[in-house]
């Protein structure tokens, strides 16, 4: 993919410049992940989310990444908010979320090192990610990718709050998957690598 920074493209609701591009490791598998802002005042940063290198099913996935966290906007505190998506007909589809300031859960567990978090904030943590995973479920829908690098953890009205990010291998219930190996191997159940058909919420919640 070309370097776009500088560029502004284009969404449904509004025009967004691109700043610069996240560093390789904050980069998921699927897409390639910029900063950006908004050019309508007042200006609001933001994250713009690409398919990389034209991969028609990374951008399959990326559309259903920006239908899933459409429909799920502003309904649940834990999970990354949708802002805008490229307008119909676009040469290269992007879908533009909310710029979230902090660390993801990875991060935060290899700056402890030997230390451990502590049960106040393991109980904290574990009750936004069980709220993330009800609400999506109950939406009937299964993560599929569930790890600490896809949890972000971030300070809002004085207190850190985990929000759950990149839903790009997420699967409707009422749909059936003939994808194999979805997800990272360490953290996921059996049935994403080898019984798609029989992915279930137990699959999240094994993660």
Wanted: charged fraction near 35%; charge should be positive.
């Amino acid at each position: 993919m070309t370097d776009k920074t500088g560029m502004t493209v284009r969404g449904k609701t509004g025009d967004y410049k691109i700043i610069k591009q996240l560093p390789k490791k904050q980069q998921g598998g699927m897409g390639v992940v910029f900063f950006g802002e908004t050019l309508s005042k007042p200006k609001k940063e933001v994250v713009i989310k690409f398919a990389s290198g034209g991969d028609e099913e990374k951008e399959r996935r990326l559309k259903n990444e920006a239908g899933y966290l459409r429909k799920f906007r502003n309904q649940c505190e834990n999970i990354v908010l949708y802002i805008d998506e490229s307008e119909d007909g676009a040469d290269e589809f992007f879908l533009v979320m909310e710029k979230l300031e902090g660390k993801d859960l990875q991060e935060t567990i290899e700056e402890l090192g030997t230390k451990k978090l502590d049960e106040k904030t393991v109980i904290k943590f574990s009750k936004d990610i069980a709220n993330a995973l009800q609400f999506i479920h109950n939406k009937f829908l299964y993560h599929r990718d569930l790890k600490p690098d896809n949890i972000m953890i971030v300070r809002r009205n004085g207190e850190e709050r985990c929000i759950l990010i990149d839903f790009g291998t997420g699967k409707d219930a009422k749909g059936v998957s003939t994808i194999f190996k979805i997800g990272t191997e360490q953290w996921s159940c059996w049935h994403n690598f080898h019984a798609p058909k029989k992915v279930s919420g137990v699959c999240d919640i094994y993660a």
